[in-house]
């Protein structure tokens, strides 16, 4: 069987990150919790713990920046970069997702929205991408549903994406059954609006790869990675599992397969994040500075995680 250090060193040998994903993982898990701010130096030594290169990471930052991600605060020869009101809303809304414990209880009513009225064929195009972004699935060409969303975040969200313009052509609506045909059932619904065989086995692959790592955590009791490994383990436990996530509706459990996968990934990214998170947070305590040496305290966000109440205690 790998070790720990094998897996990790599999991990990091995967072409498949991309710098600017990576670095949304850290900030949104490490250093959202801490204040949302970080020295750039700092930044530079965490990301390269994960296998980027400095060059790639200031060409990222400064992209994040453009993007109105963050925002550059000088203190003296360094600088600082914060969060900015709107990385902070978007890094919010998916901690939301990515940690919780489990979905709430479903209220057996469909969110729809339909896309009314002319609309150039772009722009439809753009408001398909986002909805579904959002999780909703296709009932129609111009109709999308979901089970759970919060159709003002939603909307709130694809104003934040630059849509705002093209809001008047949302219709939505709530209904108990969304089809014309009244003998649909609600899993016939699941089945037209999304792909969940897909789904299932991105999920069966990231049990199969963090599976064994939990296992062997907990053989070893009270002995986790050092400090370093733990964090690197930690970053892309969270980035694959977001990853996953960005293509999962979330629905209610009512409506899924039976043991289903997605779930069994949770508790296993739960697990095996409490397991990570003490020598994680003690590597942090070392390297995640800010421009005038300070080190940022951990925040109770990160002790509500996937419910673990207070592991670091």
């Not at 313009?165 to 014309?180: K, R, T, V």
């Not at 199969?208 to 009791?221: D, V």
Request: proline share 5%; with cysteine; charged share 25%.
């Amino acid at each position: 069987m790998q070790t720990v250090q094998d897996r990790l060193a599999d991990l990091q040998r995967q072409s498949r990150i991309q710098a600017g994903s990576l670095m949304a993982t850290v900030l949104g898990d490490a250093v959202l919790p801490r204040g949302g701010r970080i020295w750039l130096g700092s930044l530079i030594g965490l990301l390269e713990r994960l296998g980027v290169n400095e060059r790639l990471v200031r060409t990222t930052v400064f992209r994040l920046a453009k993007d109105d991600w963050l925002l550059a605060e000088t203190e003296g020869r360094r600088s600082n970069y914060v969060l900015s009101p709107v990385g902070r809303r978007r890094f919010d809304e998916a901690a939301r997702h990515i940690y919780a414990a489990h979905a709430p209880p479903w209220d057996r009513r469909w969110r729809l929205v339909n896309v009314v009225g002319d609309l150039p064929a772009r722009d439809r195009e753009r408001l398909r991408r986002a909805l579904v972004w959002q999780g909703f699935g296709e009932l129609s060409a111009h109709t999308f549903i979901h089970p759970m969303a919060d159709l003002q975040t939603c909307f709130e969200a694809l104003k934040a994406e630059g849509l705002a313009s093209l809001m008047h052509h949302l219709m939505p609506l709530l209904a108990a059954n969304p089809c014309l045909d009244t003998s649909a059932t609600d899993a016939d619904l699941v089945r037209h609006a999304w792909d969940l065989q897909a789904l299932t086995e991105g999920y069966d692959g990231f049990i199969h790869s963090y599976q064994p790592m939990l296992e062997e955590l907990e053989q070893a009791g009270t002995n986790p990675p050092d400090g370093a490994s733990a964090f690197v383990a930690r970053t892309f436990l969270i980035h694959d599992f977001r990853r996953l996530l960005l293509r999962d509706p979330e629905l209610p459990a009512v409506l899924l397969p039976t043991n289903w996968a997605g779930q069994t990934a949770r508790d296993l990214c739960r697990d095996l994040y409490g397991r990570l998170l003490p020598a994680s947070e003690t590597f942090l305590d070392a390297h995640l500075q800010l421009a005038n040496g300070d080190v940022p305290m951990a925040s109770a966000l990160l002790m509500e995680r996937f419910g673990l109440g207070n592991p670091l205690g």
